[in-house]
């Protein structure tokens, strides 16, 4: 009997989870292990590389053992992972020369204000579809390059490799013998042309990359490489599918033609408009990048980001303290009629897209003394939405067609109120998946169409069953009138 089942790793920032899938592209069993975070200056995120690839490795393992899978059952196995996050390790000794840049750190802001002083950020976007922020993966990497000692030397004399997540945990999988990337994650380094499609020189000589530091960029589905002494698994499995965690997300809800987009709610929210086959450069403050086809063949998305989302429920529990757990959010929220006038700008580190304004914070306006913590609780999920509809409208105006649907992913999902309300506020049905992980389904999909397990669109689309869909309930004079006090209390905000 053939191997059927995949093997879905979903390497993120604050753990790692693993999926393995049936044949028919069902979730079997799940693994997840925490990733230890570090902090070494205000501002500064970092990840032990070798603490990532322990953390897949737990997952991994227990993954196999609550599913029962047995080593030579596993056809492929796909990777997603947090973009932007850089590593640099020592082809020679295997081991990164400094901890990985997370994609949250801000250590490179000045001299991204000096480039931009220096007039590269049109070039940049035109380029690479990003704005020019330390978000992105090319500051990062040459901030490596110019303070760990001897960096530069080893890079000079090709004894160093570079890489995002995927491509770092790639070459741990085959034993060193692959060092390559797909086209998703490559657009999120600041260093690759979306339209040539290739690693773009001006700007390597600008940041003083070497070539021979940057991996190979290889389609999102298709063989990688195999694997070679992973412990717990089989020599020999195939890596068939990589892609960048939003880009997966996109591809797991089955969003690979233009006009579909999907938003995720996690810590933050990543709202993607698939546009087809040609990039479309955003006037909103959006980011143009890199997505998926049908086959898992390079297209193209507009992006937008919310940097608070599932994160200031948090402060309402860890802050504020007057929740015990997110949960109770969906009660409080609808035992009052509305926020009373409440209206919560969580810029706890800036406004993301399409705002781009890192310097604001956040603030709370309308308040009384009737105001409750069910009034705060209800402001908090509905910031949330305010804010997805900011990406949404940006989008409408730059790809010059509505969003029709918009399908959802990430815990907050779980909030049905909040989904119903981002129903009502956008005046589109919200469609949520029975798998909610579609970050670590869509590697799996890929992985699996990679390696032949599944041949149609109507094979994957099995493994993209929806729970439920929220219609809109409410007129357009309301969603006006509730989107009109979100954008009062930003414009009070910005000055």
Same mark, same amino acid.
Not at 128 to 157: M, N, Q
């Given at each position: 009997?053939?191997?059927?089942?995949?093997?879905?790793?979903?390497?993120?920032?604050?753990?790692?989870?693993?999926?393995?899938?049936?044949?028919?592209?069902?979730?079997?069993?799940?693994?997840?292990?925490?990733?230890?975070?570090?902090?070494?200056?205000?501002?500064?995120?970092?990840?032990?590389?070798?603490?990532?690839?322990?953390?897949?490795?737990?997952?991994?393992?227990?993954?196999?053992?609550?599913?029962?899978?047995?080593?030579?059952?596993?056809?492929?196995?796909?990777?997603?992972?947090?973009?932007?996050?850089?590593?640099?390790?020592?082809?020679?000794?295997?081991?990164?020369?400094?901890?990985?840049?997370?994609?949250?750190?801000?250590?490179?802001?000045?001299?991204?204000?000096?480039?931009?002083?220096?007039?590269?950020?049109?070039?940049?976007?035109?380029?690479?579809?990003?704005?020019?922020?330390?978000?992105?993966?090319?500051?990062?990497?040459?901030?490596?390059?110019?303070?760990?000692?001897?960096?530069?030397?080893?890079?000079?004399?090709?004894?160093?490799?570079?890489?995002?997540?995927?491509?770092?945990?790639?070459?741990?999988?085959?034993?060193?013998?692959?060092?390559?990337?797909?086209?998703?994650?490559?657009?999120?380094?600041?260093?690759?042309?979306?339209?040539?499609?290739?690693?773009?020189?001006?700007?390597?000589?600008?940041?003083?990359?070497?070539?021979?530091?940057?991996?190979?960029?290889?389609?999102?589905?298709?063989?990688?490489?195999?694997?070679?002494?992973?412990?717990?698994?089989?020599?020999?499995?195939?890596?068939?599918?990589?892609?960048?965690?939003?880009?997966?997300?996109?591809?797991?809800?089955?969003?690979?033609?233009?006009?579909?987009?999907?938003?995720?709610?996690?810590?933050?929210?990543?709202?993607?408009?698939?546009?087809?086959?040609?990039?479309?450069?955003?006037?909103?403050?959006?980011?143009?990048?890199?997505?998926?086809?049908?086959?898992?063949?390079?297209?193209?998305?507009?992006?937008?980001?919310?940097?608070?989302?599932?994160?200031?429920?948090?402060?309402?529990?860890?802050?504020?303290?007057?929740?015990?757990?997110?949960?109770?959010?969906?009660?409080?929220?609808?035992?009052?009629?509305?926020?009373?006038?409440?209206?919560?700008?969580?810029?706890?580190?800036?406004?993301?897209?399409?705002?781009?304004?890192?310097?604001?914070?956040?603030?709370?306006?309308?308040?009384?003394?009737?105001?409750?913590? *069910?009034? !705060?609780?209800?402001?908090?999920?509905?910031? @949330?939405?305010?804010?997805? +509809? =900011? #990406?949404?409208? %940006?989008? /409408?105006?730059?790809?010059?067609?509505?969003?029709?649907?918009?399908?959802?992913?990430?815990?907050?999902?779980?909030?049905?109120?909040?989904?119903?309300?981002?129903?009502?506020?956008?005046?589109?049905?919200?469609?949520?998946?029975?798998?909610?992980?579609?970050?670590?389904?869509? *590697?799996? !999909?890929?992985?699996?169409?990679?390696?032949? @397990?599944?041949?149609?669109? +109507? =094979? #994957?689309?099995? %493994?993209? /069953?929806?729970?439920?869909?929220?219609?809109?309930?409410?007129?357009?004079?309301?969603?006006?009138?509730?989107?009109?006090?979100?954008?009062?209390?930003?414009?009070?905000?910005?000055?």
């Amino acid at each position: 009997m053939s191997p059927s089942t995949i093997l879905a790793i979903d390497q993120g920032t604050t753990g790692t989870t693993a999926l393995v899938l049936d044949a028919h592209g069902g979730v079997r069993a799940r693994g997840y292990a925490e990733l230890p975070q570090h902090f070494p200056k205000p501002g500064w995120v970092e990840h032990d590389g070798l603490e990532i690839w322990a953390s897949v490795l737990r997952a991994v393992k227990l993954a196999l053992e609550r599913g029962r899978v047995r080593r030579d059952r596993i056809a492929a196995i796909g990777i997603t992972n947090q973009r932007e996050t850089t590593l640099v390790w020592d082809l020679d000794r295997g081991t990164p020369i400094h901890r990985a840049i997370v994609w949250q750190d801000r250590r490179t802001a000045s001299r991204c204000a000096q480039l931009r002083r220096e007039g590269l950020e049109a070039e940049i976007r035109r380029r690479t579809g990003l704005v020019l922020d330390p978000y992105f993966s090319a500051t990062k990497l040459e901030w490596l390059l110019r303070h760990v000692p001897g960096a530069r030397a080893l890079a000079r004399r090709g004894r160093l490799r570079f890489g995002t997540v995927d491509a770092w945990l790639l070459w741990k999988l085959t034993g060193g013998a692959v060092h390559a990337t797909d086209p998703t994650n490559a657009s999120r380094t600041m260093l690759y042309d979306i339209r040539r499609r290739a690693w773009d020189e001006t700007l390597l000589e600008r940041f003083g990359v070497p070539e021979s530091l940057l991996p190979a960029v290889l389609p999102s589905s298709g063989r990688f490489g195999v694997t070679d002494g992973v412990p717990g698994l089989a020599d020999g499995i195939a890596i068939a599918g990589i892609a960048g965690d939003q880009q997966a997300a996109l591809f797991g809800q089955g969003c690979v033609a233009a006009g579909q987009s999907k938003n995720t709610y996690g810590t933050g929210c990543f709202l993607l408009l698939h546009v087809g086959s040609r990039p479309v450069a955003s006037r909103s403050g959006l980011l143009t990048t890199v997505a998926c086809g049908p086959r898992g063949e390079v297209a193209y998305a507009l992006e937008g980001s919310v940097f608070v989302a599932g994160a200031a429920i948090q402060w309402l529990r860890d802050g504020l303290e007057i929740i015990s757990s997110a949960v109770e959010t969906a009660a409080l929220a609808r035992s009052v009629e509305d926020a009373g006038g409440v209206v919560l700008v969580p810029a706890f580190v800036g406004l993301g897209a399409p705002y781009w304004r890192p310097d604001v914070r956040g603030a709370i306006f309308g308040l009384t003394r009737g105001t409750t913590r *069910a009034h !705060l609780a209800r402001a908090t999920l509905e910031s @949330l939405a305010f804010q997805s +509809r =900011d #990406l949404v409208e %940006a989008m /409408a105006r730059d790809a010059g067609r509505r969003v029709k649907v918009l399908k959802v992913d990430g815990g907050a999902t779980a909030n049905d109120f909040l989904m119903q309300y981002q129903a009502d506020l956008l005046g589109v049905p919200v469609v949520r998946p029975r798998v909610i992980e579609t970050t670590a389904l869509g *590697a799996g !999909l890929l992985a699996g169409l990679g390696v032949g @397990l599944w041949r149609s669109q +109507r =094979d #994957l689309d099995r %493994a993209r /069953a929806v729970d439920r869909i929220f219609r809109p309930t409410r007129s357009r004079a309301w969603r006006e009138s509730e989107y009109a006090r979100w954008r009062q209390a930003v414009r009070l905000l910005l000055g």
